[in-house]
């Protein structure tokens, strides 16, 4: 069993004998040809496995105590002011008969909470009167168990309610009610829209590509000359003008700085660009090795659906915990104020620890999505006859299951206490507003960046520690280790990658969200009474984002395995003696390149010269 920080795990690399070579060469299936570049897996971080296990019944302890001091109607239905939960029988205290609290009373008929103004019966520092009654008014409407104030006929489109923010959600739910059709139609152009964005990444990532980078080279170019125009301008009429010369003068020095910083970074841009040339070809070539496994494995495109289901059961876990957390405490009737419910210490360390495991379990199912796609794209790699996959979504899954789910609890872990020092910070510094200034401001906002770019870092060194460990089965630690090798010793093929290749999946993403948003804005052009119309069409434009995004996560994934697994091929073999798994465009960029194309063209193909390699060191052993 691998342990966090323990010695590498029994590994046994890729190596062929003539005879599942030669079945290979005639497309014979091997089962025992590819189980990743490791055959004998082990169980990998148990510790950490046990760890989320034990905090699943920890957090389902705690939870059952506050639903123990806790109603959830008090939160679905309200209560009022004497703390008499509305729509329930709620029975009386004979403690606090005495005292002349008004709590007891059976309220079932009375469904609706209604808040008004305060009257003189109550001092509440918030003037407001909470009533529980049988039916809300004539200016008053239902929603949610409340009574809310109607919205008025006239009301216009605008941004946020005329008659009041409060109506705002009001009459947004209306808006939704009436164009609930047109979002589901919105959506599914979205998936078409997404569909079509993968066909093109496919074909034409290549000319996307290079578009791009001129682009940017055109943009910076044509921005440092107007700057150095606009100075030369500037300059002359400093020289023609007698008043405001010293404005004058600031202004044309401004400009120089400027342009002299556009310069710079214009210089660098088309040398880094100059430098790396040779690196986007390999960005470009390995968008198409994406295209080609993903086309060999088209399932790998419903993982995301798998993994949306898994976040919103996680999601709804988490709303059903929040609300029998808020709905916990104990009664504290007040002479001066309105009754509430107040939590004790273990109430309010809950709310922290159902948060934690919000973030955990979040970090979880997406770091279960990262290995399943890891573990199948590098058997996809790893395998020579591309016809004889077999099933290596399902073999992907079974090791992600069988052996490394510790791993991925380990990783999600590292995130998800990052992103709760992340909001216990925001939360220090909601508490402390209106007694903060300016040194604390910028101490807490620098403590939020650090955080941010360390939790960005360990995201993108833990989705590859992920793909290290489903090709070799290594721990956490191990994969992460060996991950930060590669990833080091290539850096220049990293930054082009995280550059160039982001930026073009960005540009996919985008391209979806805004033709999506422009067919809705003609969708709704012709539709009356809807109020807002920004939020509709917000939430098309969202829901196109997350599509998009689903698909090509499937895409960045599948591109950083196949990166890695090019550096973990070029590092076991060497394309003579022991050959490449790599295709022959992948073959371009290795630094023996054009001995190991010559062999590959002498001998035909990988397979048949492997096999004769391995022939001929048989032959001379048993001579």
């Not at 760890?51 to 001091?69: D, G, K, P």
């Not at 000359?225 to 010293?246: F, G, R, S």
């Not at 342009?259 to 070539?285: E, G, N, W």
Request: glycine share 6%.
């Amino acid at each position: 069993m691998g342990a966090c920080c323990s010695g590498p795990d029994k590994v046994e690399p890729v190596n062929s004998t003539a005879t599942e070579l030669d079945n290979m060469s005639k497309g014979e299936a091997n089962d025992s040809e590819f189980r990743g570049p490791v055959r004998n897996r082990s169980c990998t971080d148990v510790l950490f496995l046990i760890i989320m296990l034990l905090f699943l019944i920890s957090l389902v302890v705690l939870i059952v105590y506050c639903a123990n001091y806790g109603d959830i109607y008090r939160i679905i239905n309200g209560y009022d002011s004497c703390g008499n939960v509305c729509g329930r029988y709620n029975p009386s205290v004979k403690e606090y008969d005495k005292q002349g609290v008004c709590i007891g009373g059976d309220l079932k008929e009375m469904r609706f909470l209604q808040i008004t103004e305060a009257s003189n019966n109550y001092v509440d520092p918030q003037n407001v009167r909470r009533e529980c009654v049988k039916g809300c008014k004539e200016e008053y409407e239902a929603f949610l168990n409340r009574c809310i104030p109607k919205v008025g006929e006239n009301t216009a489109k605008t941004f946020f309610s005329k008659t009041g923010f409060k109506n705002f959600f009001q009459e947004v739910t209306e808006d939704l009610q009436m164009s609930w059709r047109e979002i589901l139609y919105l959506c599914l152009i979205a998936f078409g829209f997404s569909i079509v964005l993968l066909v093109l990444f496919r074909c034409f990532v290549g000319i996307l590509v290079w578009v791009v980078l001129i682009g940017v080279t055109i943009a910076s170019i044509a921005g440092t000359v107007y700057l150095w125009i606009l100075w030369k301008q500037k300059k002359d009429e400093l020289n023609k003008t007698t008043t405001n010369k010293e404005i004058e003068n600031t202004m044309a020095t401004s400009y120089l700085a400027y342009a002299i910083v556009a310069t710079i970074a214009t210089v660098i841009v088309l040398l880094v660009i100059l430098v790396m040339r040779k690196r986007i070809r390999l960005v470009i070539q390995l968008f198409k090795e994406a295209g080609r496994a993903i086309n060999s494995m088209p399932l790998l495109l419903l993982e995301p659906l798998v993994t949306f289901v898994a976040l919103g059961l996680v999601v709804a876990t988490w709303l059903i915990f929040t609300l029998l957390i808020e709905s916990s405490g104990f009664f504290t009737p007040s002479s001066t104020q309105p009754a509430s419910y107040q939590k004790d210490t273990t109430m309010k360390v809950t709310r922290w620890y159902n948060l934690l495991g919000l973030f955990w379990f979040t970090q979880f199912c997406i770091g279960c999505q990262h290995m399943i796609i890891a573990g199948a794209v590098s058997k996809w790699f790893f395998t020579r006859n591309k016809n004889n996959l077999g099933s290596p979504i399902m073999r992907s899954s079974y090791n992600l299951m069988r052996y490394h789910l510790g791993t991925v609890a380990m990783g999600s872990l590292i995130i998800a206490l990052v992103q709760l020092v992340r909001t216990i910070l925001a939360a220090l510094q909601y508490q402390l507003k209106g007694h903060d200034n300016a040194v604390s401001r910028c101490l807490f906002k620098t403590c939020q960046c650090c955080l941010y770019c360390f939790e960005k870092i360990l995201k993108y060194l833990t989705r590859n520690a992920y793909i290290e460990t489903a090709m070799f089965g290594y721990s956490f630690c191990k994969g992460g280790q060996q991950a930060f090798k590669h990833l080091s010793s290539n850096a220049l093929r990293v930054a082009a990658i995280n550059s160039v290749g982001d930026f073009v999946l960005f540009l996919g993403k985008a391209l979806v969200v805004l033709a999506t948003v422009l067919i809705g804005i003609k969708m709704f052009d012709g539709k009356t009474g809807i109020q807002h119309v920004w939020v509709p069409l917000a939430l098309a434009g969202i829901f196109a984002y997350l599509v998009a995004h689903c698909f090509i996560t499937v895409y960045e994934m599948a591109i950083d395995t196949i990166f890695l697994c090019f550096c973990e091929d070029c590092e076991q073999n060497d394309g003579l003696s022991r050959p490449y798994f790599m295709s022959r465009g992948l073959m371009e960029f290795v630094q023996n390149s054009k001995k190991a194309l010559a062999v590959l063209d002498t001998t035909g193909s990988p397979q048949s010269q492997a096999w004769s390699t391995t022939s001929t060191q048989q032959a001379a052993s048993t001579k």
